[in-house]
């Protein structure tokens, strides 16, 4: 497997998922992922019992292998100074600094940008944060279902205003992980500026402008107009084009029509819904009339397709030159023969000894090449492979190990 990234070091100080999540794809990619636990405790999500209503096996722990496989766990307790000293040590080596932790503990533990650039003044520093690091906001926390589903406006969108109430999150970390490929961006380029500058910059990846840049061409409708989209409620409703809408199937699945330009697909869609005269009927022949009669023609396809089963849609459509897409589920998509053939699941060794885990390969592909990774460390697994590598000697190891500086 090509490893862009092959010779970066990334240092990473942070917990949860999103800030991790970016040491994830840095570390697909190739680079040398250094992720600093708290000696005794390790990452905070380690202790997660329960996801999104579902006990968490803490062997096979989803929250911890998304966002940290293919990275080496070092144990260091950042508060004490022999421990600073230790991470500097690490530091001095890495090209990336990588960090979700609040402006007063980077302070108080000595890790904010002017203390790791004391010891390493070419080294990237980047930062994840809830609201952003300036502004009155700076010093408030959050999590995705804070800042990027709520406060955001996202939550509100996707909530039909039918309910009467508001959606909560249903993906676990759903902002995290689009977050922190947005930070394994931003590192990608500053690196590269630094190739051809020399200049290290400061990275800064909010899950508040995650989600603003998601939904970016809504956000930019509603400041031009005043006015924000809501999504609606579950049927076959399309306000201008019978071709843009959802349709039950007669055994309660669903198939999503999404041809956003007709022109060119009239005749083969109608075709393939086995409404092939409608092709040449004058209320939608063409897309002005398809559009003006959008009620009556959602009406005659709901009609069509609620005639034969979710499967026989699935297979028949497949021929069809417009958009569409059958409506499956997380767990769906994992025997998706498209998704298959895309190498988007990947099998790492699992810690408990069992079957593989399978894990959610990142977004880019390099060269069509599969990728190829190691599990989640277990907390504090390499702190001594590492610390010998950087040249420490094993009385020194030892003798922080004594002092709870280290694990």
Not at 99 to 107: C, D, F, I, S
Not at 110 to 139: L, Q, T, W
Request: proline letters at 5%; hydrophobic letters at 40%; aromatic letters at 8%.
């Amino acid at each position: 497997m090509i490893k862009v990234m092959e010779g970066v070091r990334v240092l990473e100080v942070a917990q949860f998922t999103f800030v991790p999540a970016a040491g994830a794809i840095l570390a697909d990619c190739g680079a040398d992922v250094i992720k600093i636990e708290h000696p005794v405790r390790g990452d905070t999500q380690r202790g997660f019992i329960n996801m999104g209503g579902f006990a968490l096996d803490p062997n096979r722990h989803p929250l911890i292998e998304h966002p940290n496989r293919g990275k080496r766990s070092v144990g260091i307790d950042v508060s004490t100074p022999d421990g600073q000293e230790v991470l500097y040590e690490i530091a001095r080596s890495a090209d990336v600094f990588l960090t979700n932790y609040m402006p007063a503990q980077r302070q108080k533990n000595k890790f904010d940008v002017e203390h790791i650039r004391a010891v390493n003044p070419n080294i990237i520093y980047a930062r994840g944060s809830a609201y952003g690091d300036k502004g009155v906001e700076r010093d408030t926390g959050g999590f995705d279902g804070t800042a990027f589903w709520t406060r955001s406006g996202v939550g509100h969108a996707l909530t039909p205003e039918e309910l009467g109430g508001a959606l909560p999150q249903g993906i676990p970390a759903f902002g995290d992980s689009i977050g922190g490929m947005n930070i394994a961006g931003g590192i990608s380029a500053a690196l590269f500026h630094r190739e051809r500058t020399g200049e290290a910059v400061e990275i800064d990846v909010s899950l508040l402008s995650t989600a603003w840049w998601a939904a970016g061409a809504s956000v930019t409708q509603g400041m031009e107009t005043g006015e924000t989209m809501r999504s609606l409620m579950p049927g076959a409703t399309a306000s201008v084009n019978p071709f843009m809408a959802n349709y039950l199937t007669s055994d309660g699945g669903t198939i999503n029509l999404c041809i956003v330009s007709p022109t060119g697909y009239i005749r083969d869609a109608f075709e393939h819904l086995g409404l092939a005269e409608l092709a040449d009927d004058p209320r939608f022949c063409d897309v002005m009339p398809l559009i003006q009669n959008a009620e009556a023609g959602v009406q005659l396809i709901a009609e069509a397709i609620g005639s034969k089963p979710f499967e026989y849609w699935r297979q028949h459509l497949k021929t069809m030159k417009g958009q569409w897409a059958p409506f499956q589920s997380l767990v769906d998509l994992a025997s998706d023969e498209q998704a298959i053939a895309n190498d988007m699941i990947v099998e790492v060794e699992a810690s408990d000894g069992g079957a593989p885990f399978k894990v959610v390969r990142g977004p880019v592909q390099f060269n069509h090449e599969p990728l190829e990774t190691t599990r989640a460390p277990q907390a504090s697994e390499h702190t001594e492979l590492v610390l010998m590598e950087l040249g420490l000697d094993w009385d020194r190891i030892e003798a922080l190990k004594d002092s709870g500086a280290i694990a």
